[in-house]
């Protein structure tokens, strides 16, 4: 384990797999909204689930239909009632998806936007 702390070639090696998993990630969440901001359809999807991630996190799960098929989606939002009594599933949501890929998607929460706390790269 010493030579493991001791050695320059490790802590590059762990550090350049880890920038390479931040900017794959980052492009790909691009590659995704910028195919939603460019081929950018309309539907209205429902609210399915509302689930608890840790203390300060919550996600709310959505679905939509494009062409008879189903997809979809989750969205990190902060807590509201909705948590306790359920009563946000099956409230209709605005969704934004790529014409080219449809599993791509943004959401507009309606009236529990301003619970959002995902961030899209581009609208």
């Given at each position: 384990m010493e030579k493991f702390k001791e050695n320059p070639f490790w802590k590059k090696f762990i550090?350049?797999?880890?920038?390479?998993a931040i900017i794959?990630?980052?492009t790909y969440h691009l590659l995704k909204d910028y195919s939603v901001k460019t081929n950018k359809k309309h539907?209205?999807?429902?609210?399915?689930?509302?689930?608890?991630?840790?203390?300060?996190?919550?996600?709310?799960?959505?679905?939509?239909?494009v062409d008879n098929k189903k997809y979809d989606g989750?969205?990190?939002?902060e807590y509201f009632d909705c948590y306790k009594n359920k009563n946000c599933i099956g409230y209709e949501v605005d969704v934004y998806y790529s014409s080219e890929n449809p599993k791509f998607s943004q959401v507009d929460l309606r009236k529990y936007e301003k619970y959002?706390?995902?961030?899209?790269?581009?609208?």
């Open positions: 550090f350049g797999l880890l920038a390479i794959g990630t980052t539907v209205a999807g429902k609210i399915t689930d509302f689930e608890f991630i840790n203390m300060a996190r919550y996600s709310i799960g959505y679905e939509y239909i989750t969205v990190g939002v959002k706390t995902t961030v899209y790269l581009i609208k």
